[in-house]
């Protein structure tokens, strides 16, 4: 939901001249700017690194629902992914603005009583 809106504010943007969008399933949006890259598997993108390159910035607005997953589960999908997708992406891009979309309640202090706020708060240093 989030990413959706990114993403129109991206394309309606007169100084943003191209969006890729690496997705876990298409958006279905056609537009001139837009270019879409549907991936299974977000922590290998050695497949797709030669997509990477050439971008100044990157808004990273994937999410899950803590609901029923494990804090361990919940932690590779929300840190680990991330990490793993901005170093990635620095080494590619070593100039490039990372931007960490994130939900409200998040703790970057670790230490919620929320399963999720914590891991979704660290700051990855």
């Known amino acids: 939901?989030?990413?959706?809106?990114?993403?129109?504010?991206c394309l309606l943007a007169d100084d943003v001249d191209s969006v890729l969008a690496i997705v876990r399933t298409p958006a279905g949006q056609q537009h001139a700017k837009l270019q879409e890259i549907t991936s299974t598997d977000l922590f290998d993108?050695?497949?797709?690194?030669?997509?990477?390159?050439?971008?100044d910035a990157c808004f990273f607005c994937l999410g899950v629902s803590a609901a029923?997953?494990?804090?361990?589960?919940?932690?590779r999908l929300t840190y680990d992914?991330?990490?793993?997708?901005a170093k990635t992406l620095s080494r590619l891009n070593p100039g490039m603005t990372?931007?960490?979309v994130s939900g409200a309640g998040?703790?970057?202090?670790?230490?919620?009583?929320?399963?999720?706020?914590?891991?979704?708060?660290?700051?990855?240093k």
């Open 1 to 9: 939901m989030v990413g959706q809106g990114v993403l129109r504010e």
């Open 45 to 55: 993108l050695a497949t797709i690194e030669s997509h990477l390159t050439g971008f």
């Open 68 to 75: 029923g997953m494990s804090e361990q589960d919940y932690r």
């Open 81 to 85: 992914l991330t990490m793993s997708v």
């Open 98 to 100: 990372f931007v960490y």
């Open 106 to 124: 998040t703790d970057s202090s670790e230490r919620s009583r929320m399963m999720w706020a914590p891991g979704k708060g660290q700051d990855g």
